[in-house]
């Protein structure tokens, strides 16, 4: 897909089209994480991810039940 940029006050926007905010699940408002990589510009969901409150959660609850697991895989 071609998009042009246009002109947003002194800035320039890329207009999303919903097609394409659905296909990565972003609503209006949501944030976006902008990289760029050489010539190439990758436009992602910033929410992706758990977060880390939500892995410390899931992993205080998985400790327990697969200690023995866990340590001999330290091993």
Do not use: F
């Amino acid at each position: 897909m071609v998009k042009k940029l246009q002109q947003v006050g002194n800035s320039q926007a890329i207009v999303l089209d919903r097609a394409i905010r659905e296909a990565i699940g972003l609503q209006p408002g949501d944030s976006v994480q902008i990289t760029v990589s050489g010539g190439t510009l990758i436009i992602t969901p910033a929410g992706v991810g758990l977060g880390k409150a939500m892995v410390a959660k899931s992993l205080k609850s998985l400790r327990p039940r697969y200690r023995v697991m866990l340590q001999n895989l330290a091993k």
